[in-house]
């Protein structure tokens, strides 16, 4: 003798398949699309080592600027994926990621003993509770813990919420940060002689300008 399953229970057990089908077979790497069975990392270890480094001379476009300026990853077509899933979607991970593999490239090039603190650059807490997190601290974060180096995100207040960067031209880009800054009043800075600047991407110089001005 047979008997039918009621609808809800067909429905609990299609939902139970395809959640044991989704923790048994692996997903895929962003980048390689290649199996890559893990529960958090977008990429596959192989492609977070082989992100594409950005050349020396890249840099050279921001020699005016008061302070000497690395840059650790090209914005190529991947990177800009990553960027927008990590500030947009609320890819917190890809940010703990980037944080790391970055710091694990300054240890490699042993250009990190020098800095006192890593220093995020601010976001305003308007755009925190956009996004739901503070994609520059969480760099910052994942940054120090591999060059074991402090971070304060104290050194440097937003003073206003500008427009978002990415859709302003150069000279636009400048006047938006003006006075977007500002230094904490009541921080001990005499106690540091020189500390590392953290963001996200860089492009004109504008708010790095703006922090160090």
């Known amino acids: 003798m047979s008997y039918a399953l009621p609808s809800p229970i067909i429905h609990t057990i299609e939902y139970i398949r395809k959640i044991t089908e989704s923790l048994s077979y692996p997903g ?8 890559w069975n893990h529960d958090r990392e977008l990429l596959c270890n192989k492609c977070w080592n082989e992100l594409q480094k950005a050349p020396p001379r890249l840099a050279n476009k921001y020699v005016n600027m008061k302070v000497p300026v690395t840059i650790i990853y090209s914005y190529t077509s991947l990177m ?3 960027i927008h899933l990590m500030k947009f979607l609320g890819r917190k991970d890809i940010a703990e990621s980037l944080g790391y593999y970055a710091g694990e490239i300054f240890v490699r090039n042993k250009i990190i003993d020098k800095f006192d603190a890593i220093v995020p650059v601010p976001l305003h807490p308007t755009r925190v509770r956009e996004r739901g997190y503070d994609q520059n601290l969480t760099i910052a974060t994942a940054f120090s813990k591999r060059v074991r180096i402090e971070v304060d995100s104290k050194l440097i207040v937003r003073l206003k919420n500008t427009a978002h960067q990415s859709r302003l031209s150069d000279i636009e880009r400048s006047t938006n940060l003006k006075n977007a800054f ?3 009043q009541g921080h001990q800075f005499g106690k540091m002689k020189s500390v590392l600047l953290i963001d996200d991407v860089i492009h004109s110089g504008a708010t790095f300008s703006g922090c160090i001005d």
């Open 28 to 35: 895929r790497c962003y980048s390689c699309k290649l199996e």
């Open 80 to 82: 800009r994926n990553l």
């Open 182 to 184: 500002g230094s904490n």
